[in-house]
Protein backbone atom coordinates (compact mmCIF):
# COMPACT_ATOMS: atom_id res chain seq x y z
CA UNK A 1 0.00 0.00 0.00
CA UNK A 2 2.81 2.80 0.83
CA UNK A 3 4.50 1.64 -2.20
CA UNK A 4 1.18 2.08 -4.28
CA UNK A 5 1.07 5.94 -2.80
CA UNK A 6 4.86 6.36 -3.28
CA UNK A 7 4.34 5.90 -7.14
CA UNK A 8 0.68 7.96 -6.87
CA UNK A 9 2.94 10.81 -5.40
CA UNK A 10 5.65 10.58 -7.92
CA UNK A 11 3.25 10.38 -10.98
CA UNK A 12 1.61 13.49 -9.36
CA UNK A 13 4.32 15.80 -9.34
CA UNK A 14 5.78 15.96 -13.21
CA UNK A 15 1.91 16.19 -14.09
CA UNK A 16 1.79 19.45 -11.64
CA UNK A 17 4.67 20.72 -13.04
CA UNK A 18 3.60 20.32 -16.12
CA UNK A 19 0.18 22.08 -15.20
CA UNK A 20 1.91 24.73 -14.30
CA UNK A 21 4.30 25.24 -16.72
CA UNK A 22 1.39 25.47 -19.39
CA UNK A 23 -0.38 27.94 -16.77
CA UNK A 24 2.82 30.34 -17.10
CA UNK A 25 3.20 29.73 -20.63
CA UNK A 26 -0.46 30.41 -21.78
CA UNK A 27 -0.18 33.58 -19.30
CA UNK A 28 2.80 35.02 -21.31
CA UNK A 29 1.31 34.61 -24.36
CA UNK A 30 -1.79 36.58 -23.24
CA UNK A 31 0.19 38.88 -21.79
CA UNK A 32 2.03 39.59 -24.92
CA UNK A 33 -0.41 39.61 -26.93
CA UNK A 34 -2.13 42.26 -25.17
CA UNK A 35 0.97 44.55 -25.24
CA UNK A 36 1.13 43.74 -29.07
CA UNK A 37 -2.67 44.33 -29.88
CA UNK A 38 -2.08 47.76 -28.05
CA UNK A 39 1.66 48.55 -29.15
CA UNK A 40 -0.15 47.61 -32.70
CA UNK A 41 -2.53 50.43 -32.53
CA UNK A 42 -0.19 53.06 -31.65
CA UNK A 43 1.56 52.31 -34.59
CA UNK A 44 -1.84 52.80 -36.36
CA UNK A 45 -2.02 56.12 -35.02
CA UNK A 46 1.48 57.37 -35.92
CA UNK A 47 1.03 56.23 -39.17
CA UNK A 48 -2.69 58.13 -39.20
CA UNK A 49 -0.81 61.13 -37.76
CA UNK A 50 1.95 60.78 -40.65
CA UNK A 51 -0.82 60.60 -43.54
CA UNK A 52 -2.85 63.81 -42.55
CA UNK A 53 0.25 65.70 -42.29
CA UNK A 54 1.72 64.31 -45.44
CA UNK A 55 -1.66 65.31 -46.93
CA UNK A 56 -2.38 68.58 -45.97
CA UNK A 57 0.67 69.82 -47.07
CA UNK A 58 -0.74 69.86 -50.33
CA UNK A 59 -1.29 73.11 -52.23
CA UNK A 60 -4.29 74.19 -53.99
CA UNK A 61 -3.72 74.70 -57.56
CA UNK A 62 -5.85 76.98 -60.20
CA UNK A 63 -5.56 77.78 -63.68
CA UNK A 64 -7.16 81.24 -64.29
CA UNK A 65 -8.75 83.18 -67.76
CA UNK A 66 -7.50 86.74 -66.94
CA UNK A 67 -9.00 89.74 -69.34
CA UNK A 68 -6.42 92.68 -68.41
CA UNK A 69 -8.60 95.30 -68.41
CA UNK A 70 -7.58 98.45 -69.76
CA UNK A 71 -4.17 100.69 -69.23
CA UNK A 72 -4.02 104.66 -68.54
CA UNK A 73 -3.63 106.80 -71.25
CA UNK A 74 -3.77 109.88 -72.91
CA UNK A 75 -7.09 110.19 -75.36
CA UNK A 76 -7.30 113.67 -77.20
CA UNK A 77 -10.69 115.36 -79.10
CA UNK A 78 -12.30 118.63 -80.19
CA UNK A 79 -11.86 119.56 -76.30
CA UNK A 80 -8.43 118.67 -76.37
CA UNK A 81 -6.55 115.81 -74.10
CA UNK A 82 -7.23 113.95 -71.27
CA UNK A 83 -6.54 111.15 -69.25
CA UNK A 84 -8.26 107.58 -70.40
CA UNK A 85 -8.71 103.60 -69.77
CA UNK A 86 -7.88 102.16 -73.23
CA UNK A 87 -7.78 98.04 -74.08
CA UNK A 88 -4.61 96.78 -73.18
CA UNK A 89 -4.90 92.89 -74.68
CA UNK A 90 -6.56 89.90 -74.96
CA UNK A 91 -7.74 87.45 -72.56
CA UNK A 92 -4.76 84.20 -71.42
CA UNK A 93 -4.57 81.87 -69.13
CA UNK A 94 -1.95 81.85 -65.41
CA UNK A 95 -1.98 79.02 -63.59
CA UNK A 96 -0.50 79.59 -59.95
CA UNK A 97 -1.33 79.02 -56.06
CA UNK A 98 -5.32 79.47 -55.56
CA UNK A 99 -3.85 81.51 -51.83
CA UNK A 100 -1.63 83.50 -54.14
CA UNK A 101 -3.91 84.67 -57.05
CA UNK A 102 -7.17 84.62 -55.73
CA UNK A 103 -6.99 84.41 -51.75
CA UNK A 104 -4.55 87.14 -52.02
CA UNK A 105 -5.63 88.72 -55.59
CA UNK A 106 -2.50 87.65 -57.07
CA UNK A 107 -4.53 87.73 -60.24
CA UNK A 108 -4.07 91.76 -60.38
CA UNK A 109 -0.35 91.92 -60.88
CA UNK A 110 -1.62 90.76 -64.49
CA UNK A 111 -4.16 93.64 -64.70
CA UNK A 112 -3.30 96.86 -66.91
CA UNK A 113 -3.47 100.50 -65.17
CA UNK A 114 -7.19 101.10 -65.15
CA UNK A 115 -8.01 97.27 -63.50
CA UNK A 116 -9.38 94.29 -64.30
CA UNK A 117 -12.69 92.21 -64.01
CA UNK A 118 -12.87 88.78 -61.59
CA UNK A 119 -11.11 86.17 -63.46
CA UNK A 120 -12.69 82.86 -64.80
CA UNK A 121 -11.81 79.91 -62.92
CA UNK A 122 -11.13 77.35 -65.43
CA UNK A 123 -9.92 74.64 -63.19
CA UNK A 124 -8.56 74.06 -59.63
CA UNK A 125 -6.67 70.75 -58.16
CA UNK A 126 -4.09 69.93 -55.74
CA UNK A 127 0.18 69.33 -55.68
CA UNK A 128 2.73 68.14 -53.26
CA UNK A 129 5.28 70.57 -54.69
CA UNK A 130 9.00 69.57 -54.81
CA UNK A 131 8.31 66.19 -55.48
CA UNK A 132 6.46 65.59 -52.32
CA UNK A 133 9.48 66.49 -50.04
CA UNK A 134 7.64 68.49 -48.18
CA UNK A 135 4.64 66.10 -47.70
CA UNK A 136 7.47 63.13 -46.71
CA UNK A 137 9.28 65.80 -44.21
CA UNK A 138 5.82 66.63 -42.47
CA UNK A 139 5.06 62.83 -42.70
CA UNK A 140 8.41 61.83 -40.81
CA UNK A 141 8.21 64.69 -38.38
CA UNK A 142 4.63 63.45 -37.01
CA UNK A 143 5.14 60.00 -37.08
CA UNK A 144 7.86 60.26 -35.22
CA UNK A 145 6.21 62.61 -32.56
CA UNK A 146 3.61 59.37 -32.17
CA UNK A 147 5.17 56.39 -32.95
CA UNK A 148 5.03 53.90 -29.73
CA UNK A 149 8.01 53.40 -27.01
CA UNK A 150 7.69 50.19 -27.06
CA UNK A 151 9.10 50.35 -30.37
CA UNK A 152 12.30 52.42 -29.91
CA UNK A 153 15.50 51.37 -29.93
CA UNK A 154 16.15 52.26 -26.32
CA UNK A 155 13.16 49.56 -25.69
CA UNK A 156 14.73 46.83 -27.57
CA UNK A 157 12.56 47.64 -30.28
CA UNK A 158 12.29 49.78 -34.15
CA UNK A 159 9.19 51.42 -36.01
CA UNK A 160 9.91 52.75 -39.08
CA UNK A 161 7.77 54.54 -42.51
CA UNK A 162 8.50 51.68 -45.13
CA UNK A 163 6.45 53.23 -47.69
CA UNK A 164 4.96 56.50 -48.57
CA UNK A 165 3.09 57.31 -51.95
CA UNK A 166 1.61 60.37 -53.10
CA UNK A 167 1.07 61.88 -57.04
CA UNK A 168 0.43 64.50 -58.59
CA UNK A 169 -1.28 62.48 -61.61
CA UNK A 170 -4.76 63.80 -61.29
CA UNK A 171 -6.13 60.41 -62.99
CA UNK A 172 -4.36 57.53 -60.30
CA UNK A 173 -7.59 56.80 -58.59
CA UNK A 174 -5.95 57.17 -54.75
CA UNK A 175 -4.86 61.31 -56.05
CA UNK A 176 -5.63 63.36 -53.70
CA UNK A 177 -4.29 61.46 -51.27
CA UNK A 178 -0.84 60.09 -49.30
CA UNK A 179 -0.56 56.00 -48.26
CA UNK A 180 1.43 55.74 -45.53
CA UNK A 181 2.81 52.05 -44.77
CA UNK A 182 4.68 51.61 -41.46
CA UNK A 183 6.71 48.25 -40.06
CA UNK A 184 7.52 47.72 -36.19
CA UNK A 185 8.98 45.62 -33.56
CA UNK A 186 8.70 45.49 -29.74
CA UNK A 187 10.42 43.09 -27.36
CA UNK A 188 8.44 40.75 -25.06
CA UNK A 189 8.40 40.59 -21.75
CA UNK A 190 6.80 37.33 -20.87
CA UNK A 191 7.33 35.08 -23.57
CA UNK A 192 11.31 35.49 -23.92
CA UNK A 193 11.65 32.56 -21.44
CA UNK A 194 9.87 30.62 -24.03
CA UNK A 195 12.56 31.31 -26.83
CA UNK A 196 15.51 30.78 -24.50
CA UNK A 197 13.49 27.18 -23.88
CA UNK A 198 13.24 26.65 -27.40
CA UNK A 199 15.60 29.06 -29.58
CA UNK A 200 14.14 28.14 -33.05
CA UNK A 201 10.28 29.25 -31.69
CA UNK A 202 11.69 33.29 -32.12
CA UNK A 203 9.30 34.41 -29.34
CA UNK A 204 11.67 37.42 -28.37
CA UNK A 205 10.12 40.26 -30.69
CA UNK A 206 6.44 40.73 -31.98
CA UNK A 207 6.25 42.47 -35.31
CA UNK A 208 3.49 44.68 -36.45
CA UNK A 209 2.77 46.32 -39.63
CA UNK A 210 0.41 49.24 -40.97
CA UNK A 211 -1.27 50.97 -43.05
CA UNK A 212 -2.90 54.69 -43.40
CA UNK A 213 -4.08 56.97 -45.77
CA UNK A 214 -4.66 61.36 -45.50
CA UNK A 215 -6.81 62.80 -47.96
CA UNK A 216 -6.25 66.62 -49.60
CA UNK A 217 -9.87 67.75 -50.29
CA UNK A 218 -10.30 71.22 -52.37
CA UNK A 219 -13.78 72.40 -54.45
CA UNK A 220 -14.21 71.37 -57.93
CA UNK A 221 -15.43 74.29 -60.11
CA UNK A 222 -18.91 73.87 -58.57
CA UNK A 223 -18.43 74.51 -55.68
CA UNK A 224 -18.36 70.91 -54.47
CA UNK A 225 -15.92 68.82 -52.53
CA UNK A 226 -13.50 67.22 -54.56
CA UNK A 227 -14.82 63.49 -54.67
CA UNK A 228 -12.87 61.25 -52.12
CA UNK A 229 -9.63 59.08 -53.20
CA UNK A 230 -10.06 55.29 -54.19
CA UNK A 231 -8.69 52.89 -51.06
CA UNK A 232 -4.96 52.55 -50.81
CA UNK A 233 -4.59 50.23 -48.49
CA UNK A 234 -6.07 47.13 -49.99
Known sequence: MKNILKDQRGSILPMFAVVVTLVIMLAAVAVDFARYALVS??????GDSAATAAA???????????????????????????TCCIGCGGPFEVIGR???LLDSEGYKRYCCGCGCPTPELLDRWVEYENNGAEARAAAQMFFDLNKPREMDSAAGGDSYISSLRLTNDRSDPVYP???VKTQGKMKTVMMNFM????PDTNLSELG??????GG?????LNGKWHRAAAEGCN
Not at 62 to 67: A, E, P
Not at 195 to 198: N, P, S
Open 41 to 46: EKLQTA
Open 56 to 82: MSAKRYVKLLINPGEELSICCGDDGCS
Open 98 to 100: EDD
Open 177 to 179: SVV
Open 195 to 198: DRMY
Open 208 to 213: ASRCSQ
Open 216 to 220: SFYYD
